[in-house]
């Protein structure tokens, strides 16, 4: 019975918008709150206000409220806040079901099922200003952003914060990175009662009592804050937007929209990865043909820096050094892979530069390396220099020269760029308009207006963009598909450094956080298990492996020396052969913090892939693999961890590869040691 009244909700809100315009005529004219279902009716919001004209909205899920009514708003600077003697002018709903094609990612196909309430609050009294909330349900989630139309008394908004809030109704867990720290989002996640969370990073984890699944973030972040998430009280959060050098967080002309708040809910964790609303309440693709990305692997002038082996600057061994990129080149021409990543090749490495790049030059090779020799040697051997755009947090410095540093990269052959923004978080450096330094976060509007700048110069020049120490992911690849990765959580290199390196559990925790926002240049395949000093890596090499299935990044480093790669050719075949584009998606099992496992179809072929990782705990899961073709026969290639593999111990390098037979109507057992993993490609057998 109650399925059958969610059904009729989703028919009900789903005729056309103009069908379903009505107008309030009094401040309490609302009492019928404005409903809104997800199209399976599961999901519902509504929205009201309270008995001081305050907009409050609040979601439901299976008949039980989750979000209790919360408040919306905004606080500004030079006005009185929009908070309070408001009424609901009118409301229309809408529905879509239509579909779209990714030109690279984890699904090549995106559904996009939504219904749509859009509600008009207008001031009752004083300066009688409007503001738009849109709604937007899905089946498995919700988001919802102010939309504020051009008005006499409100034509430059000035926010200081917004008043947007979720008031969850029940405690539990919660997976969470500190906010407004110095490491900006390099941190390893918390987990603690929801009730004992402070300020956090989005994306943001929790799991309720009753089992249900939420993940808290943002879409579609432009010209705009991002934000934080401050607990009030109880289970109550708030947004605090993140700050920026002038008085006020953001300025904005009307009319304008703001970013998405998002919540993915699901039963489980893995229905949290599976959700596409990120990426949904993006707009389409607005560069056009970005085909000159192709995703793909690389291996680079990287890894050694970080043990401390070579060096950036003009120490007496550069890691750039034209000899030592021709080796990697050799390397990667050897092995298929088709990008060499190069840093430290540049002037301004010897200079102060963190947190002060002005030294840097990005079309101006330092003496050590060749610039025109090794893109002819690296052409030659159908080899691409992938670019290094240091910044050391100057910005402002980085957009003087960003079309001669885009024009040098793509006369010298590379079709991605990293940029780097090294510097603690509410330091990077941009010029006021009076030639005045200022400091801003990696977050603030300033930074998300400056990524948009750097983003449609690198398309001018057909280069693809992998931002490091960047601002947030909220699925702008859709709409800038040449933002093909970025950093934006705790990488490798911090397993290179000393202590403490990422814990066992650090993988299994980012998939079901971090990597709800978007793809990771994490680094993996470090099969030495070794950093500074030869500490070890707390991992096994089977799960190094695995990684590249499990955290997604269009473009994938085989991070690890190719010395090292010469020691472990076994297990190495499994990073040669592993795709970075993907037709389809599944994820098997899992637990935030403890396991996952994932399953991919390569992208153009028959193949699949099976990656899984877990925690300090051995454990044993058995999963089925129906997700193959059915009638086909695939050849499993596996890459275990050994019976006595354990990341505590030198048996972390204990490795089982084997072949088996297979089918979809077959079942594996999973065996992951502590620390370890398992990665398996299935092949297609004709």
């Known amino acids: 019975m109650l399925r059958g009244l969610w059904a009729l909700c989703a028919l009900l809100v789903a005729v ?374 240091e910044t050391g947090g100057s910005p402002s410095h980085y957009e003087d020269q960003l079309e001669r540093g885009m024009a040098f990269a793509a006369a010298h052959g590379e079709s991605v760029v990293k940029t780097g923004y090294v510097t603690d978080a509410g330091q990077l450096e941009r010029v006021g308009p009076n030639g005045e330094p200022l400091r801003e976060w990696h977050d603030g509007q300033f930074s998300a207006q400056h990524h948009l700048r750097v983003l449609e110069m690198a398309h001018k020049y057909r280069i693809a963009i992998d931002a490091h120490e960047p601002i947030k992911d909220t699925g702008l690849r859709r709409t800038y598909p040449n933002w093909v990765s970025r950093e934006g959580a705790r990488g490798q290199e911090y397993n290179a450094w000393g202590e403490p390196k990422n814990a066992p559990e650090h993988e299994a925790n980012m998939v079901f956080t971090r990597m709800l926002a978007g793809p990771m240049d994490f680094t993996p395949g470090v099969l030495s298990l070794t950093g500074k000093g030869g500490t070890p890596i707390l991992s096994t090499e089977a799960k190094q492996l695995a990684l590249y299935v499990v955290l997604y990044s269009p473009v994938q480093m085989a991070a690890d020396l190719p010395e090292n790669y010469a020691k472990h050719m076994a297990a190495f075949q499994f990073i040669k052969d592993v795709p970075t584009d993907w037709e389809d998606t599944r994820v098997l099992n899992g637990e935030v913090g403890d396991y996952v496992t994932f399953a991919r179809k390569q992208r153009g072929g028959q193949d699949w892939y099976l990656g899984a990782v877990g925690d300090e705990q051995a454990r044993s899961m058995e999963v089925k693999l129906d997700f193959l073709a059915p009638g086909k026969a695939y050849e499993a290639q596996i890459y275990r961890d050994g019976d006595d593999a354990d990341y505590r111990t030198e048996k972390r390098h204990a490795i089982m590869i084997e072949k088996r037979r297979v089918t979809a109507a077959d079942a594996m057992t999973l065996r992951l040691a502590p620390g370890g993993g398992v990665a398996i490609r299935f092949k297609a057998v004709k």
Do not use: C
Request: aromatic residues 12%; proline residues 6%.
């Open 16 to 389: 056309p918008a103009a069908a379903q315009v009505e107008q309030s005529t009094t401040a309490r004219a609302d009492a019928n709150a404005p409903t809104i279902a997800s199209p399976d009716g599961r999901i519902s919001v509504s929205v009201t206000t309270d008995g001081d004209g305050r907009p409050l909205y609040s979601v439901s899920r299976g008949g039980k409220q989750i979000i209790a009514p919360s408040a919306l708003g905004f606080l500004f600077t030079d006005a009185a806040k929009m908070q309070r003697n408001f009424r609901i002018e009118s409301k229309a709903s809408s529905s879509v079901d239509t579909s779209w094609e990714q030109p690279w990612g984890e699904w090549k196909t995106i559904r996009d099922r939504h219904n749509e309430l859009r509600v008009r609050f207008k001031e009752s009294k004083d300066l009688g200003r409007v503001m738009d909330v849109v709604f937007r349900v899905f089946d498995d989630g919700v988001g919802f952003r102010y939309e504020l139309p051009e008005q006499p008394n409100l034509k430059t908004a000035h926010i200081a914060d917004e008043m947007t809030e979720f008031a969850l109704t029940q405690d539990g867990e919660a997976w969470w990175i500190p906010g407004s720290e110095w490491n900006r989002d390099e941190y390893q996640w918390n987990r603690t009662p929801i009730s004992s969370v402070p300020l956090a990073h989005t994306p943001l984890t929790v799991k309720l009592k009753d089992g249900t699944h939420i993940a808290f973030h943002e879409a579609a972040l432009v010209d705009y804050s991002g934000t934080w998430l401050q607990r009030v009280e109880g289970t109550k959060f708030k947004t605090v937007l993140i700050p920026s050098a002038g008085g006020a967080k953001v300025v904005r002309g009307t009319p304008f929209v703001t970013p998405w708040r998002t919540m993915i809910l699901s039963d489980d964790a893995p229905g949290l990865y599976m959700s596409h609303i990120e990426l949904n309440l993006n707009e389409p693709n607005k560069l056009g043909d970005v085909s000159y990305f192709k995703p793909s692997k690389y291996v680079g002038v990287w890894w050694e820096m970080h043990l401390g082996t070579a060096g950036w600057g003009s120490t007496p061994k550069p890691g750039a050094a034209t000899a030592n990129v021709k080796r990697y080149i050799d390397f990667a021409a050897k092995h298929g892979f088709p990008g060499v990543l190069v840093e430290g090749w540049n002037v301004g490495w010897d200079t102060e530069w963190f947190a002060n790049g002005k030294g840097f030059q990005f079309d101006t090779p330092a003496p050590w390396f060749d610039a025109e020799a090794l893109a002819a040697y690296a052409k030659n051997k159908g080899v691409q220099i992938i670019g290094h755009h």
